[in-house]
């Protein structure tokens, strides 16, 4: 056991083998211990409790259990850092009777159960404990239950009647939630989390995506919770259509287009268009030249071993600290500046 700083957390805490790795970070867990504020909740796989102590801090009395128990004992020391005494820690198999009798009086459930920590693909199976497995030992208690699991993987392929939230961090895909029974309120979900807000998206009736085949004089990067939970037509309706999507090479939509600027949180980035070019390097090289870009990003799939051949040519004779960002459509480029005053 020792005690270490990480990003995730806002001071130093304890830990054992991959406990940090694996650990929620604060801005998550708080998000989640409000959803699931309630009066007593079981934390079946707590690890070192970076999860448990934040329920502690929402409801009434808490089960933190643990199989290792190194990890306990973190979790133990973890939760007078934080200053919860509600929780009571059980070393055990979550599955076994004699934990699942300690627990009877549990409203939620809540498992982030472990993973192989290298997968080629992400699958939904390889959860221990098993998804199937915790509903059924549980099911006498309670039929709220929740789960934590990759966000790699797509709800398509989640083959359960559940809410699949998909929640990212400053811009970046972190979470997948999945909640069952009472718990479920939609079928797919987006929450974008930056410092202490959150936004939702959730999927309604069916949701028309709007696509076009030009940019126009704004584009918009969506935030790839959004993306993930597909639910982009969502957002076009939450925009009021006044946005379309645009295709890019890959058959990918991922990004938002209009003549009106816009503002969302759950855009990532608001860039404004500066040119539409054909695709040769000396035509954006001349271009870039023009509009005073110093430097240039491409935002499109390239071979590895002919990226910096590429920008080495885009980017020949530029000078300046303006910074451009190359979308590739077919035999066009499109040359695009972030805005930097984009307001969420």
Avoid at 208 to 237: H, N, Q, R, S, W
Wanted: net charge negative; charged share 25%; glycine share 8%.
């Amino acid at each position: 056991m020792e005690r270490v700083n990480s990003s995730k957390f806002s001071g130093p805490v304890y830990t054992c083998a991959d406990g940090v790795r694996f650990a929620t970070p604060e801005i998550v867990a708080r998000y989640r211990a409000s959803r699931l504020k309630t009066n007593v909740l079981a934390d079946i796989s707590c690890g070192i409790g970076g999860q448990t102590v934040f329920f502690a801090l929402q409801c009434d009395h808490v089960y933190g259990i643990e199989l290792d128990k190194n990890k306990l004992e973190c979790a133990c020391k973890n939760a007078a850092l934080y200053g919860v005494d509600n929780i009571t820690f059980i070393e055990g198999d979550a599955l076994s009777p004699g934990v699942i009798d300690q627990v009877g009086d549990a409203q939620v459930i809540f498992c982030d159960p472990s993973r192989p920590k290298t997968e080629h693909v992400r699958n939904i199976d390889t959860l221990q404990p098993g998804i199937s497995d915790v509903l059924n030992a549980y099911r006498d208690i309670t039929d709220s239950v929740v789960f934590e699991a990759p966000p790699q993987i797509p709800p398509e392929r989640i083959k359960f009647e559940c809410e699949c939230e998909y929640l990212s961090v400053n811009g970046k895909l972190n979470r997948l939630t999945l909640y069952f029974g009472q718990l479920r309120v939609c079928s797919r979900s987006a929450v974008v989390l930056e410092d202490d807000k959150y936004y939702i998206l959730q999927s309604g009736d069916v949701a028309l995506v709007p696509i076009v085949d030009e940019m126009g004089t704004y584009a918009f990067e969506i935030d790839p919770a959004v993306v993930k939970a597909g639910l982009l037509g969502e957002l076009a309706d939450e925009l009021g259509q006044k946005a379309g999507l645009f295709r890019n090479n890959n058959n990918k939509y991922s990004l938002f287009t209009s003549d009106v600027s816009l503002d969302s949180p759950f855009f990532k980035n608001k860039y404004m268009v500066l040119d539409k070019v054909q695709f040769e390097c000396e035509v954006i090289n001349r271009s870039l030249i023009q509009h005073g870009i110093g430097r240039a990003l491409i935002r499109f799939n390239v071979a590895p071993g002919q990226y910096w051949e590429l920008r080495n040519q885009v980017e020949k004779g530029l000078v300046g600290e303006r910074t451009a960002h190359l979308f590739r459509i077919g035999d066009s480029a499109y040359i695009l500046e972030r805005c930097i005053h984009f307001k969420k």
